[in-house]
């Protein structure tokens, strides 16, 4: 396995359920990233990682709980969610989290693209 | 205002054309600016980073002016394959978090 992988590719679940999104990346990076994509939006950054810590929560409903066991690996635990919360979640993981211009270009997984009924 | 702003399109060209597309930013001291591509049901992946002096990749060209707080990006003698949505990035300064911020996408369309 190669780059960032994200499972799984596509959900489906009632506003009851309780699921879960998975992303791993075999890239050695230290931070890791949720975006959620929504039609004709721009990405809306939700949750950043840097060497496992939190550092970054852009004021994401407790709905949507991150977590992030090692740098290699990050969840997004989902519970309660509303319909308009169906999107492509995409993960992302860059070197590390500071600011440079090479340290912190994006890799993203291919999404999960998760449908609220 | 947005944070990042740019034209959703769709551009439509013909193959061979040059076309160009805009992009502004709102935070003067933004420090890092980019262009992502994103293909249909696809993730956005890195085209080229956008230097202060302008810088060339084939027939890509992307250029940044701070003063007007915009970038550009060029595409000579397009093709087919260049059809996608293509993303102005730009990262916030004060901040170790590598804080990107994304513009809404610009879609090309390239036809025969």
């Known amino acids: 396995e190669t780059g960032v992988t994200q499972t799984p590719r596509h959900l489906v679940m009632g506003m009851t359920n309780k699921k879960s999104l998975k992303c791993e990346q075999h890239l050695g990076h230290n931070a890791m990233y949720w975006y959620k994509q929504s039609a004709k939006k721009p990405l809306e950054l939700m949750f950043v990682y840097n060497f496992k810590e939190q550092t970054e929560n852009n004021s994401v409903p407790s709905r949507f709980s991150p977590e992030c066991p090692n740098s290699s690996h990050l969840f997004l635990h989902l519970h309660t969610l509303q319909p308009e919360d169906s999107a492509l979640y995409l993960c992302?993981?860059?070197?590390?989290?500071?600011?440079?211009?090479?340290?912190?270009?994006?890799?993203f997984g291919a999404g999960s693209r998760l449908t609220v009924l | 205002r947005k944070e990042v702003e740019q034209d959703p399109g769709p551009f439509n060209v013909p193959e061979g054309a040059t076309v160009a597309f805009n992009c502004t930013y709102s935070n003067s001291a933004s420090q890092s600016f980019f262009w992502y591509r994103q293909d249909c049901r696809k993730e956005p992946k890195l085209l080229m980073s956008v230097y202060s002096s302008g810088n060339e990749d084939g027939r890509f060209t992307a250029q940044l002016n701070r003063a007007s707080q915009y970038i550009s990006l060029l595409i000579r003698d397009s093709k087919l394959s260049d059809s996608a949505t293509y993303l102005c990035?730009?990262?916030?300064?004060?901040?170790?978090?590598?804080?990107?911020?994304f513009g809404q996408g610009t879609t090309l369309q390239v036809k025969p």
């Open positions: 990035v730009v990262t916030l300064p004060a901040s170790n978090t590598g804080k990107l911020i």
């Open positions: 992302a993981s860059s070197q590390s989290g500071q600011i440079s211009s090479g340290a912190n270009v994006l890799t």
